[in-house]
């Protein structure tokens, strides 16, 4: 009885197994090639991060601040990006920071060429070329392309925030991999 008990297991676990390797609706995922940047000491980034944290302290008239994600010189020329996460199907962006981001597009884009794009994700694998990214570029931003909702349209309780609310349907979305090639599409662009 044994034998026979394990015979059937296997015969039911060899099917399972040859069923699902043979499954054409499984995923493949693939990766990107090695990262061609990364961070060798992990808690100095950190301690570092932490320090300029320290620079704001209460009784100052300044408060706030955010850094940029991205910045990509070449030949003079910029490529800006600005990464945030999706709540809800929605990013916010502080109002301080777009503006600052208007300004410093049209301002390089004066005496040079700029791109400053805005990426929104969920948590993602960007080593996964496949992985999904919704992006905006700030002249869809100028061009009023992307609505300027500084409220929530789909919650009524919300109040005006110093913040705009950006959705993730008037994004573009693209894979990683495609996000790279428009990268290097501007790079060579600016050779």
Request: glycine share 4%; hydrophobic share 35%.
């Amino acid at each position: 009885m044994v034998d026979e008990t394990q015979d059937l297991i296997n015969m039911i676990y060899d099917k399972k197994v040859s069923n699902s390797s043979q499954n054409p609706a499984e995923k493949i995922l693939r990766k990107s090639s090695k990262a061609k940047y990364q961070i060798f000491d992990e808690a100095e980034f950190t301690r570092g991060r932490e320090v300029l944290g320290e620079i704001i302290v209460h009784g100052m008239l300044a408060s706030g601040g955010t850094d940029i994600d991205w910045l990509i010189e070449h030949k003079g020329s910029f490529i800006i990006l600005e990464f945030k996460g999706f709540h809800n199907d929605k990013i916010n962006i502080p109002q301080g920071q777009m503006i600052a981001y208007q300004m410093l597009h049209e301002k390089l884009n004066q005496s040079t060429k700029c791109y400053l794009y805005i990426v929104g994700c969920d948590d993602i694998d960007f080593s996964n070329p496949d992985s999904p990214v919704w992006i905006f570029e700030m002249n869809q931003w100028k061009n009023n392309i992307i609505p300027k909702n500084m409220t929530d349209i789909f919650d009524q309780e919300s109040n005006k925030q110093n913040k705009f609310i950006v959705y993730r349907e008037y994004m573009e979305e693209i894979s990683v991999e495609k996000l790279r090639e428009v990268i290097d599409s501007h790079w060579k662009e600016f050779e």
